[in-house]
C-alpha cells in the first residue's frame, strides 16, 4: 500500500513538472549545402538562420526561458544519400525539434520523405523551389519561405517579353530543380508566344561542357536562359558561350544570381539579367544591415533562411511548445495576416506578444505571405550585370 | 559567304575543341600504353595521376604567383610544370616501390595489379582532396584568346565567329613536341630500344643484360611526364576540379584500346578518333546544314544524332564496336 502511495506521488510530481514546461534546450537544425554546388550562396544562408535562432535564444522570451541552438548537417545539395544521412543524424542523434531546410529541391524531397515525415519532424526549407514539393505528401510537416518555381517561370517569362526577346534557348542542370524550373519556363514562354529552340540538360560536375555550348549555339536563339548552378555547370556552360562566341547575353535564374559569377567571368557577363526572390520591403533593408553588423553578406535565400528559422521558433512560441505535432499547426497563423507586423529583429517582442496571447503577422525579410500547401507567394528581384556587379532593376 | 559560315560554325565548335581534346586524350592514353606495354597492366590509377600532376603544378602556380613570376602572354602554369613533373615523379616512383615493386616479384597476374592500380587511385584520389580540396580552380592567367569570335567575325566579315583560346593553341603544341620527343626516346636512344625490347619479350631482355628495374623506373618516369603535361593542360584548357579526371578515364582507356593497346602510335590516333566520334556525334548540325542548304530545305529539328547527355556513352560504344571487329585495335597492339 505503502508503495502504491508513493508510486502515485511521484506520478503526480513527474506531470506537474511536465506541464509546467521547465525552460529547455531547444535544438534546430540548420540542414543546408555548407559544401557543394551552392557553397557560395549558403555561405550566407547559414549564418542568416543561426542570427534568427540567436535573437530568440537572447530574447529570454521564449518559451518561459528556453534556449536554442542550431546543429549544422550538410545537404551538399546534390547528393541524396548523404543528405539524408545527414537528416538521419539531425533528428535521432541530435534530437533536433525542427529543421530549417533543406536546399536543393532533390535532397530536400529525399530528407523529407525518408526522415523528416516518419519521424514527424517539421522542415521550413528558405530555398527548395520544385514545383513538385507543392503537392508531395507531407502529412502537413513541410513549408518553404521560397516561392515554387511554377511561379518563377512567370517571371522569366515576363522578363523576357518585356525585353523584347523573341526566342530563347534553355539549358538546366539535371535534377529536380533543373527539370522543374525549365519545364515551367517552356509552358510560360511559349504560352506567351515565345520561340524555345532547344532545351538541353548539362550534367553538373563535368569538366567540359563544350559539346553541350555546340548543340546550343546551333540551334540558336536571342538569349540562353541557364537554370543551373553558380558553382558548377551553369558558369561552365555561360563560361563556354562566351568562349566560343555562341551567345552574348544570358538570363540568370535564382540558382545562378550571385556576385561571384560576374566576377568569375568578368566584363562579358555585363548586361545579362535574371530574377531570384527578392522583395524591396521595408525588412529586407533592416535585415540587410543586420548581416552587415553580423558579418555576412545578404545574399540570395539569405532572407529567406533568417525568415524559416524565425517561423519555426514563433511557431513554437504560439503553440507553447517545442514539438513538431504542435507547432505545425501554428506556422500559418504566425507567417499571415490578422496581427502586428514583425520584421527582422524584431523577435523579441513578436515572442512577447505571442506569449500574451495576441496575434502576429510575420513579414521578416522576405515579406513571407505563405499559401498553397505552405509555400511563399514569391517576391522577386529582377536583376541586370552592370560593372561586373548584380544590380537591382526592380521588384515584382 | 553561306558555305564559309557553315564551314566556320564546324571549325568553332568542332575542329578546335575536337584537335585539343584528342590531344588531352592521346597524351593520357600514352600513358595508359606504355604502362600497358612494358608493365603490363591496365594502370586505372592514370586519371589520378594525371589529377595529381596538375595538383602539384597549381601548387607550384601559386608558388610562382606570390614570388611575382610571370612569363605573360603564356600561363604562367607551364612554368610550373617542371617541379610539378619532378613531384609527381616522386610520387609514382613511391608507389611503385612500395606497391607495384611487390607484386612485380612475385609475378603476379595482370588481374591483380588493375585492382591494385584501382586501390592506388582510390589513394591518389583521397591525397589530392586532403592537400587541395575539391574545388574548382581556374588556373590560366596571361592572354585567354588568340583569336576572339568577335575579332574573327570583323575581320572577315562573317557573321559566325571562330574562337582560338590560348590554352587550345599550347595544348596542341605540348602534345605535338611531347609526341615526337617521346618516339625519338623510344626509337633512338639506347635506354628507349631496351624498353622496347622489354616490352617485346622480358625473358630475352633480361638473358641480354637489361636491367628490369632500370626499364620500369624510365617507364614511370615517363608516365609522369606524359600524365602531368596531360593532366595540366587539360585543367588549362577546362578548369582544374578533382572529380573530372575519374570520368576522363573511360575515353583515354577508349582510346589506347582502339588505337591497340601498347602501341603509342594507336594512342595518337585513338584520342583523336575518341574526340572527334564525341563531338561529331553528340554535335547539333542544325546552323551547318540552315547554312549550306536553301532556305526551303532548311532542317526543323536540331540534327543532332546523341543527345549530349549520351557524350560518355559514345566511347562505350566505339570500345565495344572495336572490341568486337578487331579486338587489337587500329595499330595490332595486344589483346586485352
Known amino acids: 500500500m505503502k508503495s502504491i502511495i508513493k508510486m502515485a506521488m511521484a506520478t503526480t510530481l513527474l506531470t506537474s513538472v511536465a506541464s509546467t514546461s521547465f525552460a529547455e534546450e531547444v535544438k534546430l537544425g540548420v540542414f543546408l549545402g555548407f559544401t557543394g554546388a551552392i557553397e557560395s550562396i549558403v555561405a550566407d544562408m547559414g549564418p542568416a538562420a543561426e542570427l534568427a535562432i540567436k535573437e530568440v535564444s537572447e530574447s529570454g522570451a521564449f518559451l518561459d526561458g528556453s534556449t536554442v541552438v542550431g546543429v549544422r548537417g550538410d545537404t551538399t545539395c546534390t547528393d541524396a544519400a548523404v543528405a539524408v544521412a545527414a537528416a538521419e543524424r539531425l533528428i535521432t542523434s541530435d534530437n533536433v525539434n525542427a529543421i530549417v531546410g533543406g536546399d536543393c529541391s532533390g535532397v530536400t524531397t529525399a530528407a523529407l520523405q525518408n526522415v523528416a515525415v516518419p519521424n514527424g519532424i517539421v522542415m521550413v526549407s528558405p530555398s527548395a523551389t520544385s514545383p513538385a514539393l507543392s503537392t508531395v505528401e507531407d502529412n502537413g510537416l513541410f513549408f518553404r519561405t521560397a516561392p515554387s518555381d511554377a511561379r518563377q517561370g512567370k517571371i522569366v517569362t515576363d522578363i523576357l517579353m518585356e525585353r523584347g526577346v523573341k526566342s530563347i534557348a534553355l539549358t538546366y542542370t539535371n535534377n529536380d530543380y533543373g527539370k522543374g524550373l525549365s519545364d515551367s519556363i517552356k509552358t510560360n514562354y511559349e504560352a506567351a508566344g515565345g520561340k524555345v529552340t532547344i532545351v538541353a540538360a548539362h550534367e553538373d560536375g563535368k569538366g567540359d561542357y563544350s559539346a553541350e555550348v555546340g548543340a546550343l549555339a546551333s540551334a540558336g536563339g536571342d538569349v540562353l536562359v541557364v537554370a543551373g548552378y553558380i558553382d558548377q555547370g551553369g558558369k561552365a556552360v555561360i563560361q563556354g558561350s562566351l568562349d566560343a562566341g555562341a551567345f552574348e547575353t544570358f538570363y540568370l535564374p535564382d540558382g545562378m544570381v550571385g556576385d561571384p559569377l560576374p566576377l568569375a567571368i568578368g566584363e562579358d557577363l555585363n548586361g545579362s539579367y535574371g530574377a531570384h526572390p527578392g522583395t524591396d520591403s521595408a525588412g529586407a533593408a533592416t535585415f540587410a544591415d543586420m548581416a552587415k553588423a553580423n558579418?555576412?553578406?545578404?545574399?540570395?535565400?539569405?532572407?529567406?533562411?533568417?525568415?524559416?528559422?524565425?517561423?519555426?521558433?514563433?511557431?513554437?512560441?504560439?503553440?507553447?511548445?517545442?514539438?513538431?505535432?504542435?507547432?505545425?499547426?501554428?506556422?500559418?497563423?504566425?507567417?499571415?495576416?490578422?496581427?502586428?507586423?514583425?520584421?527582422?529583429?524584431?523577435?523579441?517582442?513578436?515572442?512577447?506578444i505571442l506569449k500574451d496571447g495576441g496575434e502576429i503577422d510575420y513579414v521578416g525579410a522576405s515579406a513571407v505571405e505563405l499559401i498553397g500547401a505552405g509555400e511563399s507567394a514569391g517576391n522577386y528581384r529582377e536583376i541586370e550585370i552592370k560593372d561586373k556587379a548584380v544590380t537591382t532593376v526592380k521588384y515584382r | 559567304m553561306e558555305f564559309l559560315n557553315a564551314m566556320a560554325i564546324l571549325a568553332n565548335y568542332v575542329i578546335v575543341p575536337g584537335l585539343a581534346y584528342g590531344s588531352q586524350l592521346a597524351l593520357g592514353a600514352l600513358g595508359v600504353t606504355l604502362v600497358y606495354g612494358v608493365l603490363r597492366f591496365s594502370n586505372f590509377a592514370h586519371g589520378e595521376t594525371m589529377s595529381m600532376g596538375a595538383m602539384f603544378a597549381i601548387l607550384f602556380l601559386w608558388l610562382f604567383k606570390s614570388m611575382g613570376v610571370s612569363i605573360a602572354p603564356l600561363p604562367t602554369v607551364l612554368l610550373a610544370l617542371v617541379p610539378a613533373i619532378i613531384c609527381a615523379a616522386v610520387y609514382i616512383l613511391i608507389t611503385d616501390r612500395v606497391v607495384y615493386r611487390f607484386y612485380r616479384i612475385q609475378k603476379?597476374?595482370?588481374?591483380?595489379?588493375?585492382?591494385?592500380?584501382?586501390?592506388?587511385?582510390?589513394?591518389?584520389?583521397?591525397?589530392?582532396?586532403?592537400?587541395?580540396?575539391?574545388?574548382?580552380?581556374?588556373?590560366?592567367?596571361?592572354?585567354?584568346?588568340?583569336?576572339?569570335?568577335?575579332?574573327?567575325?570583323?575581320?572577315?566579315?562573317?557573321?559566325?565567329?571562330?574562337?582560338?583560346?590560348?590554352?587550345?593553341?599550347?595544348?596542341?603544341?605540348?602534345?605535338?613536341?611531347?609526341?615526337?620527343?617521346?618516339?625519338?626516346?623510344?626509337?633512338?636512344?639506347?635506354?628507349?630500344?631496351s624498353m622496347r625490347a622489354y616490352a617485346d619479350n622480358e625473358n630475352l631482355a633480361l638473358l641480354s643484360g637489361i636491367d628490369p628495374e632500370k626499364v620500369v623506373r624510365i617507364t614511370w618516369l615517363?608516365?609522369?611526364?606524359?600524365?602531368?603535361?596531360?593532366?595540366?593542360?587539360?585543367?588549362?584548357?577546362?578548369?582544374?576540379?578533382?572529380?573530372?579526371?575519374?570520368?576522363?578515364?573511360?575515353?583515354?582507356?577508349?582510346?589506347?584500346?582502339?588505337?591497340?593497346?601498347?602501341?603509342?602510335?594507336?594512342?595518337?590516333?585513338?584520342?583523336?578518333?575518341?574526340?572527334?566520334?564525341?563531338?561529331?556525334?553528340?554535335?547539333?548540325f542544325k546552323g551547318f546544314f540552315t547554312r549550306l542548304v536553301p532556305d526551303d530545305f532548311a532542317p526543323e529539328g536540331l540534327v543532332q544524332l546523341l543527345s549530349t547527355d549520351y557524350k560518355f556513352a559514345v566511347s562505350f560504344a566505339i570500345l565495344v564496336i572495336v572490341l568486337i571487329i578487331m579486338p587489337t585495335g587500329i595499330f595490332k597492339g595486344r589483346t586485352l
Not at chain 2, 605540348?174 to 609526341?179: I, M, R, S
Open chain 1, 295 to 352: 558579418g555576412f553578406k545578404a545574399g540570395p535565400f539569405a532572407g529567406e533562411a533568417y525568415d524559416s528559422a524565425a517561423l519555426i521558433l514563433l511557431a513554437m512560441q504560439a503553440a507553447g511548445s517545442s514539438d513538431s505535432a504542435k507547432l505545425k499547426d501554428k506556422v500559418f497563423d504566425v507567417a499571415n495576416a490578422p496581427g502586428e507586423k514583425i520584421f527582422p529583429g524584431e523577435l523579441a517582442k513578436a515572442l512577447k
Open chain 2, 108 to 193: 603476379a597476374v595482370p588481374t591483380i595489379l588493375v585492382v591494385v592500380s584501382t586501390g592506388i587511385m582510390f589513394v591518389t584520389n583521397g591525397l589530392i582532396r586532403f592537400v587541395i580540396g575539391p574545388d574548382d580552380r581556374s588556373i590560366g592567367d596571361g592572354a585567354r584568346f588568340v583569336m576572339k569570335a568577335r575579332e574573327f567575325k570583323n575581320w572577315t566579315g562573317l557573321d559566325v565567329g571562330i574562337a582560338i583560346k590560348t590554352s587550345q593553341v599550347i595544348t596542341v603544341i605540348t602534345a605535338v613536341v611531347l609526341v615526337v620527343a617521346l618516339f625519338w626516346f623510344l626509337e633512338k636512344t639506347k635506354t628507349g630500344k
Open chain 2, 222 to 284: 615517363l608516365v609522369a611526364v606524359l600524365a602531368t603535361v596531360a593532366g595540366t593542360l587539360y585543367g588549362l584548357d577546362k578548369s582544374y576540379k578533382p572529380f573530372t579526371f575519374l570520368q576522363l578515364l573511360l575515353p583515354i582507356f577508349a582510346s589506347a584500346i582502339i588505337g591497340g593497346i601498347g602501341s603509342p602510335l594507336g594512342a595518337i590516333v585513338g584520342g583523336f578518333i575518341v574526340a572527334f566520334s564525341e563531338i561529331l556525334i553528340t554535335f547539333a
